[in-house]
């Protein structure tokens, strides 16, 4: 049975928490890999560079939105989308394992944004720039 009283809060957390992983997983692309390092790695892949600078603003503004809750629905399917190609075309071929960049840690993501494509944006959000849906 689903606790009405709670699950609001629920789906606040796993959308600040995700933004928050998201922000930091593009962080690392731009201060760890380094920006060019990035566009690397997507050449390595056959992938157009400019792609790679359009991962990292998706990553970025993408986490900023799911925090403040700007259209957040939105934003977790598109950002599972994203998630969802790089297991097809990282991932997949490393196996399951996380830690040896595998697909399972992809995976889990995906199934977090899209529980909050179906649940909403939860309370706190900002739907469309400016009114805040409170509890």
Same mark, same amino acid.
């Given at each position: 049975?689903?606790?009405?009283?709670? +699950?609001?809060?629920?789906?606040l957390?796993?959308?600040?928490?995700?933004?928050?992983?998201?922000?930091?997983?593009?962080?690392?692309?731009?201060?760890? %890999?380094? #920006?060019?390092?990035?566009?690397?790695?997507?050449?390595s =892949?056959? #992938?157009?560079?400019?792609?790679?600078?359009? %991962?990292?603003?998706?990553? /970025?503004? &993408?986490?900023?939105? =799911?925090?403040?809750?700007?259209?957040?629905?939105?934003?977790?399917?598109? =950002?599972?989308?994203?998630?969802? +190609? /790089?297991?097809?075309?990282?991932?997949?071929?490393?196996?399951?394992?996380?830690?040896?960049?595998?697909?399972?840690?992809?995976?889990?993501? /995906?199934?977090?944004?899209?529980?909050?494509?179906?649940?909403?944006?939860?309370?706190?959000?900002?739907?469309?720039? &400016? /009114?805040?849906?409170?509890?």
């Amino acid at each position: 049975m689903l606790n009405t009283k709670t +699950a609001p809060y629920a789906v606040l957390l796993l959308r600040v928490s995700l933004g928050l992983l998201f922000l930091a997983h593009a962080a690392t692309k731009v201060f760890i %890999i380094t #920006l060019p390092g990035f566009v690397g790695f997507f050449a390595s =892949l056959g #992938l157009p560079p400019f792609l790679a600078y359009a %991962i990292v603003a998706l990553e /970025t503004w &993408g986490g900023l939105a =799911l925090i403040l809750g700007i259209y957040a629905p939105l934003v977790a399917l598109t =950002l599972a989308i994203e998630v969802l +190609a /790089t297991i097809v075309l990282v991932h997949a071929g490393k196996g399951w394992q996380a830690g040896k960049g595998g697909w399972e840690f992809p995976a889990l993501w /995906t199934v977090a944004l899209i529980a909050i494509c179906l649940l909403g944006d939860g309370p706190y959000a900002l739907r469309p720039l &400016g /009114t805040v849906k409170r509890p």
